[in-house]
């Protein structure tokens, strides 16, 4: 089948050319995240006892990782500040993931807050050029597709200009994800793995991303960035069996544990927290839903594998989060939100390849010539 023209793209998306039946299932997989993501208008109200909502911070979690920051800024011992300010504020303290990693807080301790604030808005921005000129440069064709990645990117950047959430992990592991992607090209990886790394130390929920890299560059034959993906995984993995213990070494066991993260609230929630993660929180959830899952599902139509590497990414959040998170940790789909609706800008060209493929009605005849 010979492709059509791109609309705005510079290539064709990965869609074009498909036979029919793949065709088909694609857009069945539109329909149903599309359908899916409409469950986020059934769910409970969020608990906004901590987090962000509505690019806001409740002001459980919030003025917690504050207060740990002013804990250690007076000289005192992360893990036994962290412990008092647990206990007092009645969270749990086991098991040991319920204290985060003390790398964020060691780092805000040493700064001013005006500089911790302003250090967050660097990175959210670099995330962003760093973007913008690679859609440029490898995706998109014309300048009106380049103003509406533009305008997609603030859209899911908006949240980290707010100085005033710089004590949530979230909030510096999510752009230092999407600088690392922006950054990784075949070939030179160490920088992108080295900020993933940082990441993690920040936020465990980044792991996510670094095992979709390391399956990646494994399954593309690349053994060497494979292996330092891996390596990266095997640090956090150090750091965080030390973090353990010295968790364990300042916890009880009469102290209150976690009620668990097995929350099971679906696609919906996933949707729901990226609307309140990015500028979709200003029109209806029942436009907003839809679109979020249009652009988890456009990342897969951009023809390199980057669009893999990022769909990937952003899918394996959208299952951590539909399966193990529980209304007051909504604010998890932070670490999703700088790229997700970047992948609307991929959405016209892969859906009209699908349609053209899908609707293929040609034949194939098979003349005999008889000599």
Do not use: C
Not at 16 to 40: D, P, Y
Not at 84 to 101: E, K, Q
Not at 328 to 352: E, H, K, N, Q
């Amino acid at each position: 089948m010979r492709h059509k023209p791109p609309l705005w793209l510079r290539a064709p998306s990965r869609f074009a050319g498909l036979g029919k039946t793949q065709a088909r299932l694609l857009l069945a997989l539109a329909l149903l995240l599309v359908l899916l993501s409409f469950q986020a208008l059934f769910l409970p109200p969020l608990i906004a006892s901590g987090g962000a909502s509505n690019a806001a911070a409740g002001d459980g979690d919030l003025l917690l990782y504050e207060s740990i920051v002013s804990g250690l800024h007076a000289g005192g011992d992360y893990y036994s500040v962290a412990a008092d300010l647990l206990r007092s504020g009645n969270y749990p303290l086991r098991p040991f993931v319920t204290f985060r990693l003390p790398t964020l807080a060691v780092v805000q301790a040493s700064l001013p807050p005006f500089l911790a604030g302003s250090l967050m808005i660097a990175i959210a921005a670099a995330a962003g050029v760093v973007w913008l000129n690679r859609l440029r440069a490898e995706a998109l064709g014309s300048a009106p597709a380049l103003l509406v990645a533009a305008v997609m990117l603030a859209g899911g950047l908006i949240a980290f200009v707010q100085t005033s959430l710089w004590a949530f992990h979230e909030f510096w592991a999510a752009p230092l994800i999407a600088l690392s992607l922006g950054l990784r090209r075949p070939g030179s990886w160490v920088s992108a793995a080295a900020i993933g790394l940082m990441a993690v130390l920040i936020r465990e929920t980044a792991l996510v991303y670094l095992v979709v890299m390391a399956v990646f560059a494994w399954t593309e034959g690349e053994r060497r960035e494979a292996l330092g993906w891996g390596a990266a995984i095997g640090l956090f993995g150090v750091a965080l069996t030390f973090h353990a213990i010295a968790v364990a070494g300042i916890t009880t066991p009469f102290d209150p544990a976690s009620g668990g993260w097995s929350g099971l609230h679906g696609f919906g929630l996933f949707v729901r927290s990226i609307t309140l993660a990015t500028a979709l929180q200003a029109i209806p959830l029942s436009i907003a839903a839809p679109l979020v899952a249009l652009a988890l599902f456009g990342w897969l139509g951009w023809r390199d594998p980057l669009g893999l590497r990022v769909a990937a990414t952003l899918a394996g959040y959208a299952v951590v989060i539909a399966t193990f998170g529980r209304l007051d940790t909504f604010y998890w789909g932070v670490m999703a939100a700088p790229l997700l609706l970047v992948g609307l800008v991929f959405v016209p060209d892969s859906l009209r390849d699908l349609g053209v493929a899908a609707l293929d009605r040609r034949r194939v005849r098979v003349q005999r010539i008889v000599r």
